[in-house]
């Protein structure tokens, strides 16, 4: 299985072109939202193990009980979020309690995914309590 590598440069790429993306009306919330998963990707990028278990929730963190075990359960099991290669952001949908977001990106070997992070506070600030991935025909 062939593997995309997503450098510096080319991540920052992706994020501006994501960042642009952004609706000029997005609230607090969305940028928050956003911000975060961005930053996420990004050190997944950048494989900083510290910087990308800083962003998951509370929840998650007691689930995986280390950061070496996220880790590896996201390169594992969530490549299309470990090695994203684009990103496209879409509606958020508010729950009590949580929001959804959900985000249009190209994973590994350009397949095209459809993410529904589950965002959730803790501590006043927005972390992510976990990732629904899909297959997604078409195009971002």
Not at 25 to 33: G, K, L, V, Y
């Amino acid at each position: 299985m062939k593997s995309l590598t997503l450098t510096t440069s080319i991540l920052a790429a992706v994020i501006a072109l994501a960042l642009m993306a952004m609706p000029a009306t997005a609230d607090e919330t969305d940028d928050a939202i956003q911000n975060i998963i961005l930053s996420q990707i990004e050190a997944f990028a950048n494989d900083d193990k510290d910087a990308a278990w800083s962003f998951a929730s509370d929840g998650i963190k007691r689930q995986s009980g280390s950061v070496d075990t996220f880790y590896n359960m996201v390169r594992l099991s969530y490549g299309p979020v470990y090695q994203a290669t684009s990103l496209e952001f879409r509606e958020r949908i508010p729950h009590p309690g949580f929001q959804i977001q959900v985000v249009r990106l190209v994973g590994p070997e350009g397949k095209r995914w459809r993410a529904a992070y589950r965002m959730v506070k803790n501590d006043d600030q927005w972390r992510i309590g976990g990732v629904a991935l899909r297959e997604a025909p078409g195009t971002i």
